[in-house]
């Protein structure tokens, strides 16, 4: 069971821009500026999305960011296309016993 | 380029060891932290160990604690997963990754079965 919680599921039409979000507590989320966001197409490796909240890596599409308020971060997609048809999952920095936690991942249909 | 390749997974038996290698390349590899992260069949990604630059931290998660051990060779460029003790609940493809808390490379992963 995950220390982060997510939707399971968030769809949209191409175009529109949806938010994934991630619940966390005052132990992870809530407490440190340490979330990522991670999208991973079937079959292929996690790709970095987002790290500390809201910085974007070179490369990625301006059209993801990142937020966060109290214990929930979010991940908004903006323009929504075919290819980001996806699961994303978002990671946090924990002074629980796990260090680094990912929640259960969201699947994004297009 | 910069590049991480696993190697190492295997079917190994309950109560098995399996040793899990990461190769970097492209990048200064001893001024990063290293992780292992793996995904079970089906399931989501979920954070394992991680190792500072220099060796001297290492942080596990609670299910693998005195069971994995993870380390590096600075010299050689590569990462290491020891993995003892193995369970069913070990089996996964493990992903090397660059970096403490967000990982920014990650390498094509390796598959590591515990059945008998």
């Known amino acids: 069971q995950s220390a982060l919680t997510q939707p399971a599921s968030v769809s949209g039409s191409p175009g529109q821009s949806i938010t994934i979000s991630c619940t966390g507590t005052?132990?992870?989320?809530?407490?440190?500026?340490?979330v990522s966001w991670y999208q991973q197409h079937p079959g292929k490796v996690p790709k970095l999305m987002i790290y500390d909240v809201s910085q974007r890596p070179s490369g990625v599409s301006i059209r993801f960011s990142g937020s966060k308020s109290g214990n929930t971060a979010s991940l908004t997609i903006s323009g929504l296309q075919a290819e980001d048809e996806a699961d994303y999952y978002c990671?946090?920095?924990?002074?629980?016993?796990?260090?680094?936690?990912f929640g259960p991942g969201t699947k994004v249909t297009v | 380029e910069v590049q991480l390749v696993e190697s190492g997974g295997d079917l190994v038996q309950p109560g098995g060891s399996l040793t899990l290698s990461c190769a970097a390349s492209g990048f200064t590899f001893n001024t990063h932290w290293m992780s292992w992260v793996r995904q079970a069949p089906g399931e989501g990604l979920e954070w394992v160990a991680t190792?500072?630059?220099?060796?001297?931290?290492?942080f596990y998660m609670d299910s693998v604690k005195g069971r994995f051990t993870i380390s590096r060779d600075n010299a050689q460029n590569t990462l290491f997963l020891q993995m003892d003790s193995l369970r069913a609940e070990d089996t996964a493809v493990y992903y090397c990754g660059r970096g403490a808390g967000w990982w920014d490379v990650w390498g094509q992963g390796t598959m590591a079965t515990v059945s008998s």
């Open positions: 990671n946090s920095f924990s002074t629980s016993s796990t260090r680094y936690v």
């Open positions: 190792i500072k630059q220099d060796g001297s931290q290492k």
């Open positions: 005052s132990s992870d989320v809530g407490s440190y500026n340490y």
